[in-house]
């Protein structure tokens, strides 16, 4: 398979977290952790998050320096190899709270 260009792997990322904060607008821990829709659409768009993150390069990668790149793909790597120990309460302080963080880093891009 081709390797997907820079540009559109990131915006896979910015398309994945804009997302991810659709499904979880208006909700809180308690609701997210009833809705496994919710929960599997969320873990989903992280998993694609983390497999576009794999695929940048350290050049690519570098250009977004506030970005926690290793996190973001170790995170694809405990979805998809350990699926059935996820933490969803962990996907819900990823979605509500580091998922924002990564889209505002996003925009920190370095020059």
């Known amino acids: 398979m081709p390797k997907r260009d820079a540009a559109l792997l990131v915006g896979d990322i910015r398309t994945c ?3 991810v904060a659709e ?3 208006g ?3 308690h609701a997210f952790l009833q809705d496994r829709k919710t929960i599997d659409a969320v873990t989903r768009n992280l998993e694609i998050i ?4 794999r695929q940048l390069d350290d050049t690519d990668r570098a250009a977004y320096p506030h970005v926690p790149w290793a996190q973001i793909v170790g995170l694809r790597h405990r979805i ?5 120990g996820i933490d969803t309460e962990l996907i819900w302080e990823i979605a509500s709270k580091d998922a924002p963080d990564l889209a505002s880093s996003l925009d920190q891009r370095a020059l």
């Not at 983390?50 to 993150?53: Q, S, T, W």
């Open 17 to 19: 977290l804009a997302q």
């Open 23 to 25: 499904y979880i607008r």
């Open 27 to 29: 909700t809180d821990l």
């Open 50 to 53: 983390g497999e576009a993150a």
């Open 80 to 84: 998809v190899h350990d699926y059935f």
